[in-house]
Structures are given as structure tokens and as C-alpha cells.
């Protein structure tokens, strides 16, 4: 006897196509509709029950969709949000206008870390307090990896508040912008941040060292010995290394690393104030600043000596790479002049930082200057983050708090 097939029937046409099926003959009817966004934008299929045997009314209910579905308002992914869909539309959107490759980056490695944690085809609605907290738990305790995989018990090392804090927070910021993002169709790709009031983790005693006077003088005056080798025109030539300027601006300016290394010899504007100014442009800075300020006398010696040794004019960068002088030199190899410089110096690394120290160290210098001047010769866009993460408390305003303060009386 001839095996009975199970039934189905499919209405409307691709990538609109609804299919009404048997799941086993004889058995309740289930629709499926193809949904683009799953899976990271690989898509994958929507499936549900329909709660019946009728398949005239199955027949009618799969016309009815696929032409809503052509028009983008199907009933089947109403309301249906996956964590895949929204990572996908974040890292669609959203990720390509941070300015930095490395925040790009980020955003991949904590989409994956996310996903992997959660599931792609979750709804973000329902995750629950003893998740996030059960992620946080595992991750300090280095159970899980920074991409969500777990860790060998004999393999396994603590890991600190403040990066498990930055995943959380990516995460709570995701949801926060799904929430205000709307589709194509009009509505919102999240109802609300299920993350909202959720704790994160924190760094209690954050460690922020700051460079002194000291440390930089000491480190300045062996720079020069700091070598490098150039690649340029076929060739190969050792020479002396960046650092000695680079030190120079960072410790003039006390703008990012990133910033400096960005520079261009038409950022120069040497003719401008008393000893000259740099136009610092938005398009290279981390957080979109753009001003001109001018400079000290010290960062004014420091581009003369740039420009008297190698010349250049428009966009040719002021730091090029020792491999291609049409491209700036990259903080990672600033980073390894550093560490050459203070080891011939004979100082000790400091913990956790390199050349964000002299940003914090020229934040601390000028304390006691307006904090909005500060901000905006330094490059910060507020005064909050320059208050609270850069100016440190020093021993010697400590000392002169402590001795200069004067008497409350009661009125006479």
C-alpha cells in the first residue's frame, strides 16, 4: 500500500513565501514564513502551531499572510524580536559610524560573546535577573572567556569588575538603542531595555596611575636613543625613532595618543597665537572633538624640529610609518617606543597604562584652572570625565587643603 505524503501548500512568492504544513500526516497544521534577519542576517525560518486540522482555513490563513508579509506587516514576526535580530541591526547601523576600528571590533567580539550566552532565536524581553547575574558570577571567576566559551577549571583566571563591566554596559546600550530604533515598518525593534536597573559590576579603587615630571624628564632625555628602522623607496635605514616628539606633545597637549599620532602637517597652524596652534579635527579623535588650541613653548620646539627634519605639506602625516610615509604611524608602535624609552631609562612600567598616564598628568597639573578650559584645550567634550576619571588627587594639594582652610565662625 502506497505511504500517504504529509500535506502542505505554499502561498505567495520569494522571500515572501508562506508554507501551511502537515508535521505529521494526519496530525495539527503548522505555518512557516522565511525571516532575512535571523541568524546575523543569514536568515532562517519562523515556525508556530496553528492550533487546528482545517486546511481550507490553513489555505486562507497562508494567502493572508504572504500578503502582508510582501508588505512588511506579517502577524508571524510581529512582535517576534530575536537577539540575532537585533545584533544585527546594531552592528548594521549603528557599528559602522564609531570612528575607530577597534570600537567596530568590539562590537563584533561582544555580539558574539553575547549570542553565545544567550542564544541567537532568544527574545531580549525575557532575559532575567538570575541570568545577568549568573553571566556576571561566571565571568569574574573566569569560567567563561571574552567570547562566551567556557574555561578548564585548572585554566581558569579572575578576571576584573571593569571589564565585565564594559560587556554589560555594551549590552544595556544595545538594547537602549533597539528600543528608540525603528524599523522599516514603522515600529520599534524593541518594546523596552529589559536590562533597565540591572547592576553592573564595579571597579571599587580603579587604578589610574599618573606619569610625574619626573617620569617624563627621565624618560625624554634618552628618547632619542630610541631607534627605528624605514622602509622607504626599497630601501632600509635605521634612524632615530618619533618617541622624543611624541613624548613632547603628549606631555604639552594631553591629548590621546590616537589624536597626536593622527596628526597632519595641515593641522599645523603655526602662524596662530604666540608660539602656535594645532587644529585638532573630529574625524581622528575618539570622541568626535574638534577645536584648535595653541600651543607651549616645549610643544612649539617639538613641531619646529618636525618640520626642519621632515618637511611636508596638506594631508602628509606629521608621525608617518616607518613602512609608508603616506600613512600615520600607529600607537601600537608608540607603545613599544615607550617601553624601550623607560626601560633605558630605568624606570619601572606602571600598572595597567602607557601613554594615557600624561593625559592624566596634565588633567592633575591644572586643577586648579576652569574645568571648561581645561576640557577644551585637553579635548575633552565635558567637564564630568575630565573631573572624575583624569584630574587625580597629589600629595601636595592634598596637603595645601588640609592647611588652607579658613574658620567658620557664627555671625557677630
Same mark, same amino acid.
Given at each position: ?53 482545517? =486546511?481550507?482555513?490553513? =489555505? ?19 512582535? !517576534? ?90 549590552? =544595556? ?8 530604533? !525603528? ?29 610625574? !615630571? ?21 630601501? =632600509? ?176
Amino acid at each position: 500500500m502506497a505511504r500517504r505524503k504529509r500535506w502542505s501548500y505554499s502561498a505567495g512568492e520569494r522571500p515572501h513565501t508562506v508554507v501551511v504544513e502537515e508535521r505529521e500526516v494526519g496530525g495539527t497544521l503548522r505555518v512557516r514564513a522565511w525571516d532575512a534577519t535571523r541568524r546575523g542576517g543569514k536568515g532562517g525560518w519562523v515556525r508556530r502551531s496553528l492550533g487546528h486540522r482545517d =486546511k481550507e482555513a490553513a =489555505k486562507a490563513y497562508a494567502l493572508e499572510q504572504a500578503g502582508k508579509l510582501k508588505r512588511g506587516r506579517d502577524d508571524l514576526r510581529a512582535g !517576534q524580536v530575536t537577539i540575532a535580530m537585533v545584533f544585527s541591526q546594531y552592528l548594521r547601523f549603528r557599528t559602522p559610524r564609531k570612528r575607530s576600528s577597534g570600537e567596530q571590533k568590539s562590537d563584533r567580539r561582544r555580539a558574539e560573546l553575547w549570542t553565545r550566552i544567550l542564544g541567537s532565536d532568544r527574545d531580549p524581553h525575557r532575559i532575567s535577573l538570575a541570568e545577568w547575574e549568573t553571566f556576571i558570577d561566571r565571568r569574574l571567576s573566569g569560567a567563561i572567556n571574552a567570547r562566551g566559551l567556557p574555561v578548564a577549571e585548572v585554566d581558569r583566571r579572575p578576571v576584573g569588575p571593569r571589564t565585565v563591566e564594559t560587556n554589560c554596559l555594551w549590552l =544595556k546600550w544595545v538594547f537602549s538603542w533597539a528600543a528608540r530604533w !525603528q524599523t522599516a515598518q514603522g515600529s520599534y525593534l524593541m518594546r523596552e531595555n529589559p536590562l533597565r536597573g540591572f547592576e553592573t559590576p564595579r571597579e571599587l579603587n580603579p587604578q589610574r596611575s599618573v606619569a610625574s !615630571q619626573d617620569r617624563y624628564e627621565a624618560t625624554r632625555v634618552v628618547s632619542d636613543r630610541v631607534m627605528m628602522e624605514t622602509r622607504f623607496g626599497g630601501g =632600509k635605514r635605521e634612524q632615530r625613532s618619533y618617541l622624543s616628539e611624541l613624548l613632547d606633545l603628549a606631555n604639552g597637549t594631553g591629548h590621546r595618543l590616537s589624536a597626536i599620532c593622527s596628526l597632519t602637517f595641515e593641522n599645523l597652524r603655526l602662524g596662530e597665537g604666540p608660539y602656535g596652534s594645532i587644529h585638532w579635527p573630529s574625524d581622528t579623535d575618539k570622541v568626535g572633538y574638534e577645536a584648535t588650541v595653541p600651543v607651549s613653548p616645549l610643544v612649539r620646539a617639538a613641531l619646529d624640529r618636525i618640520v626642519n627634519e621632515r618637511p611636508g605639506i596638506g594631508a602628509a602625516p606629521l608621525f608617518p610609518s616607518p613602512g609608508d610615509p603616506t600613512k600615520p604611524m600607529t600607537r601600537h608602535l608608540a607603545d613599544k617606543w615607550l617601553r624601550k624609552g623607560e626601560k633605558l631609562a630605568g624606570l619601572e612600567p606602571l600598572r595597567g597604562t602607557l601613554w594615557h598616564s600624561y593625559r592624566r598628568k596634565w588633567a592633575t597639573e591644572r586643577k586648579h584652572m576652569p574645568d571648561v578650559d581645561v576640557a577644551l584645550a585637553g579635548g575633552w567634550k565635558n567637564t564630568v570625565s575630565l573631573k572624575t576619571s583624569y584630574q587625580q588627587a597629589d600629595a601636595e594639594t592634598t596637603l595645601r587643603v588640609v592647611l588652607g582652610a579658613g574658620e567658620l565662625r557664627e555671625a557677630q
